[in-house]
């Protein structure tokens, strides 16, 4: 396993969000000062079309629409947005947030599926969030699993042992010896 690039679907996330609430402002009630329930409710086929796979964005902020309003005035604005935003960055997502932001074709799917396959084994902390930093070190540690599993099952009678035989020689010497000629031997450094 690679490492996970846990930012991108941050990311992924992020833009999604600010390129929907964009297109949905052009059609907005309020005059550009934010969007309405009824705004997001009430969409044209144009905006529709427009927004693509973006749609699921537009789903999550329905669905979501008193959570993101943070001071509970009908209008969600872009102070709002970034509210929001900011702290999905700081905070992390979580799973239905993953789900919802995530699964629109823009997330890279192997990341997508890994993180939500083992969100809870992710979630270090137990937040009910999860990081880039916590995707990161998951992917490290399952990475540092894999290579002391494969290397635990090297014994000592598979490597091999110097013998000397009597050589007075140092062993510094008798190694130069052994390994290809670099630019010189040792002792011309």
């Known amino acids: ?11 992924s996330a992020m833009a999604g969000l600010s ?3 964009s297109t949905l402002m052009s059609n907005s009630s309020t005059s550009g000062k934010g969007l ?3 705004d997001l409710s009430n969409v044209d ?28 005035d009908g209008v969600i604005t872009g102070t709002d947005m970034n509210t929001m935003m900011s702290t999905m960055q700081s905070k992390g997502m979580t799973y239905s947030e993953i789900q919802a932001l995530c699964m629109n074709g823009n997330a890279d799917t192997t990341l997508l599926s890994t993180v939500l396959t083992y969100f809870n084994k992710i979630d270090a902390n137990g ?8 995707i990161t070190k998951f992917t ?13 099952s090297y014994k000592a009678s598979s490597t091999s ?12 010497s008798v190694l130069d010896e052994l390994r290809p000629n670099i630019g010189g031997s040792s002792s011309d450094s």
Do not use: H, P, W
Request: glycine share 6%; net charge negative.
């Open 1 to 11: 396993m690679s490492i996970l690039n846990g930012q991108s679907l941050l990311s």
């Open 161 to 172: 042992l110097y013998y000397n035989d009597g050589v007075e020689d140092d062993l510094t």
């Open 36 to 38: 309405t329930l009824d």
């Open 19 to 21: 390129s929907t609430y």
């Open 127 to 134: 937040d009910g969030r999860v990081t880039s930093e916590e």
């Open 45 to 72: 086929d144009t905006t529709i079309n427009k927004l693509g796979n973006n749609y699921s964005f537009l789903q999550y902020l329905t669905t979501n629409f008193k959570n993101v309003d943070k001071d509970g």
């Open 140 to 152: 490290f540690d399952c990475q540092q699993d894999e290579a002391l599993q494969k290397y635990k």
